[in-house]
Protein backbone atom coordinates (compact mmCIF):
# COMPACT_ATOMS: atom_id res chain seq x y z
CA UNK A 1 0.00 0.00 0.00
CA UNK A 2 1.42 3.57 -0.99
CA UNK A 3 0.90 6.72 1.57
CA UNK A 4 3.30 9.32 2.50
CA UNK A 5 6.14 9.69 4.85
CA UNK A 6 3.92 12.09 7.47
CA UNK A 7 1.84 9.03 7.63
CA UNK A 8 4.35 6.27 8.19
CA UNK A 9 5.14 4.06 11.47
CA UNK A 10 7.86 4.98 13.62
CA UNK A 11 11.25 2.25 13.47
CA UNK A 12 9.29 0.71 10.37
CA UNK A 13 11.19 0.75 6.84
CA UNK A 14 9.20 2.07 3.94
CA UNK A 15 10.83 2.46 0.23
CA UNK A 16 10.26 5.95 -1.41
CA UNK A 17 8.43 5.42 -4.61
CA UNK A 18 7.76 8.94 -6.25
CA UNK A 19 7.66 12.76 -4.84
CA UNK A 20 4.74 14.73 -5.68
CA UNK A 21 5.20 17.41 -8.18
CA UNK A 22 5.05 20.95 -7.08
CA UNK A 23 7.15 23.27 -5.19
CA UNK A 24 9.11 21.16 -2.94
CA UNK A 25 10.19 18.24 -5.51
CA UNK A 26 13.45 19.93 -6.11
CA UNK A 27 14.22 20.76 -2.62
CA UNK A 28 13.38 16.94 -1.69
CA UNK A 29 15.71 15.10 -4.78
CA UNK A 30 18.32 17.10 -3.74
CA UNK A 31 18.30 16.34 -0.12
CA UNK A 32 18.36 12.87 -0.91
CA UNK A 33 14.77 11.65 -1.35
CA UNK A 34 15.06 10.02 -4.74
CA UNK A 35 12.73 6.74 -5.80
CA UNK A 36 13.90 3.45 -4.81
CA UNK A 37 15.96 5.11 -1.25
CA UNK A 38 14.90 3.39 2.43
CA UNK A 39 13.43 6.08 4.87
CA UNK A 40 11.95 5.41 8.30
CA UNK A 41 11.03 7.67 10.68
CA UNK A 42 12.78 7.70 14.05
CA UNK A 43 11.02 10.20 16.19
CA UNK A 44 8.85 12.93 16.56
CA UNK A 45 9.28 16.49 18.40
CA UNK A 46 7.00 17.15 21.14
CA UNK A 47 4.28 19.12 19.25
CA UNK A 48 4.68 16.49 16.20
CA UNK A 49 5.87 18.53 14.06
CA UNK A 50 8.79 18.44 12.76
CA UNK A 51 9.46 14.30 12.38
CA UNK A 52 13.41 13.02 12.13
CA UNK A 53 13.72 10.87 9.32
CA UNK A 54 16.67 8.09 8.37
CA UNK A 55 17.14 8.40 4.71
CA UNK A 56 19.87 5.89 2.95
CA UNK A 57 22.20 6.52 5.85
CA UNK A 58 21.57 10.18 7.16
CA UNK A 59 18.93 11.53 9.35
CA UNK A 60 16.69 14.40 8.19
CA UNK A 61 14.36 16.88 9.91
CA UNK A 62 11.04 17.59 7.62
CA UNK A 63 8.10 19.36 8.29
CA UNK A 64 4.90 16.78 8.02
CA UNK A 65 3.83 19.28 5.03
CA UNK A 66 7.27 18.53 3.45
CA UNK A 67 6.86 14.63 4.45
CA UNK A 68 3.13 14.13 2.86
CA UNK A 69 4.87 15.12 -0.48
CA UNK A 70 6.80 11.87 -0.60
CA UNK A 71 5.19 8.70 -1.58
CA UNK A 72 6.57 5.39 0.12
CA UNK A 73 5.38 2.15 0.60
CA UNK A 74 6.58 -0.42 3.18
CA UNK A 75 9.08 -2.60 2.90
CA UNK A 76 9.63 -4.00 6.25
Do not use: W
Not at 26 to 37: A, F, N, V
Not at 51 to 58: E, H, K, T
Amino acid sequence: MITNAAEIELESTYEIESLSEGSLHQKLSEMGCIPGTEIEKLFTAPGGDPVAYRIDSYILGLRLAEASQIMVKRVK
